[in-house]
């Protein structure tokens, strides 16, 4: 793996899409790479990092051969973006178990409120080198 960040998501919740979809078009110099927990590569991170493989309700960045999880990764992820997204790192000073407590009654409900996919997104050819 290289040193560059890698987002861990849920490939068939579609707000996790939806965040992944964003963070792409964000992340114009290509910094950030990619994995769905359901992917080979996704149960191989987890696996090294000594992450349960079946927990599909977080969204996790490995940064700097680090994890985090929940809310603190989505904050560390606005910070690597340009333009105004590394603002929204500032809200790293609400307590986690706050920011967490509200990213978890998210996760709980996100495919009934979002929907979910059959399958994993299918990055497409110029998106490829980006997923692992």
Known sequence: MSDQPVILFDGVCNLCNGAINLTIKCDK????????LQSEAGRQLAKQYGL?????????????????????AALRVCRLLPGMWPLCYGFIIVPAFIRNGIYDLVAKHRYKWFGRRDQCMIPTPELRARFL
Not at 31 to 36: E, N
Not at 55 to 72: C, Q
């Open 29 to 36: 110099k290509n910094r950030i790479k990619f994995a769905a």
């Open 52 to 72: 349960p493989e079946n927990d599909l309700r977080t969204f996790l960045l490995i940064e700097n051969r680090k994890v985090y999880s929940r809310s603190t």
